[in-house]
């Protein structure tokens, strides 16, 4: 006969916005695998650590702690206050500086080898932002790169130009920038036509095999060495089955780029030699004090100190 189990679940919230932050390394990791230790205690049923999502304006934003145990109200309580300040004490771990575009182009080209996997962390579609900030491209432009891609961005208009125009021929065009004024202005260009799709494929990779995605049109330009994916839906890219589809083999690349936060790395992990993320201008980027914060609870960090916490 199985046990009757008697949920009793407690919740702390702490006043704390973090960004980003992959569970497989630190210290989202750190704090996971501590979650870990308490489930692996007599009457602890669940521990679970939520991130929250610091770019909605609302009273509950900001880190929570849940606790489940088997009718112990104490247990859960004490659970809770014990990864709380365990959070607490890796607050400077969680403050993430990233590099801007320009400083993240020198490192990249720094690297022995590639590909290089370059995330705009800032214009993530995953996360609401627009996905057709120009800071990056336009950076990556300007160097005058040999073997680089970028994939992708949204902007409709010139995927239908691209497509009017057909493979093969040569277009004027204004790529980006036409959302909002956090993505900057857009990227105007001569580029080549060299591929058009209608942007469906199947993803491959750890994340999500079997998973079809529908892009809408899309059309690979070529501007000097730099391949440039450009799309009819926002969405964030999740691994290279989408250079593939329009034939880039990433491998063969010094520098990748695309938009994405945190779902790109099971898929370009494997073949990347390095990982770096950049932060401009956009939705989603990592400097909150850039929002106008109104009805989030107050002090919260990293906008205020996180002061003494029992």
Not at 57 to 83: I, Q
Not at 220 to 247: A, C, K, M, N, W
Not at 277 to 299: K, M, Q
Request: charged content about 20%; hydrophobic content about 45%; proline content about 5%.
């Amino acid at each position: 006969m199985m046990p009757i189990l008697r949920p009793v679940t407690r919740l702390a919230q702490l006043p704390m916005l973090v960004q980003a932050a992959a569970t497989n390394i630190h210290p989202a990791k750190t704090i996971n695998d501590y979650c870990a230790e308490w489930e692996s205690g007599p009457g602890v049923l669940d521990v679970t650590f939520f991130h929250g999502f610091p770019y909605t304006d609302t009273p509950d934003v900001g880190v929570t702690v849940v606790v489940t145990t088997d009718g112990d109200e104490a247990l859960a309580e004490r659970a809770a206050r014990d990864v709380s300040r365990r959070i607490v004490e890796l607050t400077d771990d969680f403050r993430q500086s990233l590099p801007t575009p320009e400083e993240v182009v020198r490192e990249a080209l720094a690297i022995e080898g590639g590909p290089v996997v370059i995330a705009e962390t800032s214009d993530n579609a995953g996360g609401g932002a627009a996905a057709d900030g120009t800071h990056l491209l336009k950076v990556m432009l300007a160097a005058d790169l040999d073997a680089a891609a970028f994939g992708f961005i949204y902007d409709v208009e010139t995927v239908e130009q691209a497509h009017a125009a057909g493979v093969g021929a040569t277009i004027q065009a204004r790529i980006g920038g036409k959302t909002d004024a956090l993505g900057g202005t857009p990227a105007e260009v001569t580029a080549y036509v060299k591929c058009l799709s209608d942007g469906e494929f199947v993803l491959q990779g750890a994340l999500a095999a079997g998973m079809k995605i529908e892009l809408g049109k899309t059309a690979r330009l070529v501007v000097g060495g730099l391949d440039i994916i450009v799309g009819s839906s926002r969405q964030q890219t999740y691994e290279p089955e989408l250079f593939l589809l329009h034939g880039i083999d990433v491998s063969r690349c010094k520098i990748v780029a695309l938009k994405s936060s945190q779902h790109f790395r099971a898929g370009f992990e494997p073949v990347a030699v390095a990982i770096l993320r950049c932060d401009s201008p956009g939705a989603t980027t990592n400097d909150f004090s850039l929002f106008p914060y109104e009805r989030i609870r107050r002090p919260m960090w990293p906008l205020e100190g996180l002061g003494s916490r029992d």
